[in-house]
């Protein structure tokens, strides 16, 4: 089963060694899993808890994308595709993604429940959607020259790029059209990273970590990362205003976050024998 998402100015810089780090409230956890499936991993959520991922039918051959809403699921698949794969879901209801038209094209897509719209980079042979905001503004990545990451608001395409990095992947976004993500240095290791108002600063956990990836940013400013230790295992954490808040996990092994909302609610799978998604819901 393929990962939903796998793929490799001004600076303001956060002195991070110096941030506080919190432990976080407990947390009521939900799992999500497609009735006959032989996994199920998550990809995105909205304000009302509707969950998007990814699942592979049992005996089927190509993984499908699904909607789960309120423990009913209904299948996202792009007619024809090998692979269908959505990343975000606004409160709107309107899903972006990407899909594999076939070996080694790939196209970015938005489905608002009756209709699925391609939506590519121009020249690109390869775009990746990452998530979607309530306005409808599209993050997500492409192989066309001088690309990379990229913004999709009002039909005009621009480049996300954090500064001097080798690659930059723009994760979530919020209706303030603030992006996160994470990006590849010089140093070997990914990084998060948030840009604002054309402002792009870098947020690494600061103790233990040898990766930093943000997932998400929610209309409250709160963001929601994990990082990496060096036994790589994930940890995820939410950060606000200088402070690091690490997330109780009934479970570190093996574990992605993917998806978090303006209530403080999050997705995210462990990968064991199966992917199984879980919905995390703040007590």
Request: charged letters at 10%.
């Amino acid at each position: 089963m393929e990962p939903a998402w796998d793929i490799r100015g001004f600076c303001l810089s956060f002195f991070l060694g110096f941030a506080a780090i919190a432990h976080a409230q407990g947390y009521q956890f939900k799992a999500i899993f497609v009735p006959g499936s032989t996994d199920t991993n998550t990809a995105g959520m909205n304000n009302a808890g509707d969950v998007v991922g990814n699942y592979v039918p049992s005996g089927g051959n190509f993984s499908h994308g699904y909607v789960d809403h309120l423990g009913t699921f209904s299948d996202v698949y792009y007619p024809g595709s090998q692979y269908t794969s959505p990343v975000g879901i606004n409160s709107a209801g309107k899903i972006a993604g990407f899909y594999e038209a076939q070996e080694g094209i790939y196209h970015g897509f938005v489905y608002n429940g009756a209709t699925y719209t391609t939506l590519d980079y121009p020249g690109a042979t390869v775009t990746l959607l990452s998530a979607i905001n309530n306005p409808g503004d599209v993050l997500g990545i492409s192989n066309a020259p001088h690309s990379g990451g990229f913004l999709y608001s009002t039909g005009t395409f621009s480049i996300v790029s954090y500064p001097g990095a080798t690659a930059t992947n723009p994760l979530g976004i919020n209706d303030s059209k603030q992006i996160v993500g994470y990006y590849y240095g010089s140093s070997g290791y990914d990084h998060g990273f948030l840009e604002s108002a054309g402002n792009y600063s870098t947020i690494d956990f600061p103790v233990g970590a040898q990766d930093t990836v943000l997932v998400g940013i929610n209309n409250h400013g709160q963001i929601l990362g994990y990082y990496t230790d060096a036994a790589f295992l994930n940890h995820a954490f939410i950060y606000q205003n200088g402070t690091f808040t690490q997330l109780p996990l009934p479970n570190l092994d093996f574990a992605y976050f993917t998806g978090f909302n303006d209530s403080g609610q999050f997705v995210g799978y462990y990968v064991g024998l199966t992917q199984t998604g879980f919905l995390a819901t703040p007590n």
